[in-house]
């Protein structure tokens, strides 16, 4: 299985994102699917998941400014990011869970600045 993340880079605040993780396989493999990032000098946290059924959870400092979806047709997941702020800066990575396995994208750079 590889995850493949994609469409970071750098933007303004207030600006808009959307990541998209696609997976090698069927997204029906994984019971849950999720968005982590990392900022430089802290720890990889959850931004959000979303499960197989569609069911999503969010990370309180991203409600109302994050959306995480899938796409089964596309095998494709996705994080439609508004209202971005300096402190979303970070290396987002996508995540996939199978059983106790865990399988990881390479991670993809997001830049809010001026």
């Known amino acids: 299985v590889q995850l493949q993340a994609f469409g970071g880079g750098l933007v303004q605040p207030g600006g808009s994102l959307r990541l998209s993780c696609a997976a090698s396989g069927s997204l029906s493999a994984f019971y849950l699917m999720a968005w982590y990032r990392q900022a430089p000098g802290k720890q990889r946290e959850l931004v959000a998941s979303?499960?197989?059924?569609?069911?999503?959870n969010h990370v309180d400092s991203v409600k109302g400014r994050f959306a995480i979806s899938r796409d089964n047709a596309k095998n494709t997941v996705y994080l439609q990011m508004n209202s971005l702020k300096p402190e979303d800066t970070a290396v987002y990575y996508c995540?996939?869970?199978?059983?106790?396995?865990?399988?990881w994208g390479q991670g993809t750079q997001v830049t809010v600045s001026s």
């Open positions: 979303i499960t197989r059924r569609g069911s999503t």
């Open positions: 995540d996939a869970k199978a059983g106790f396995i865990d399988y």
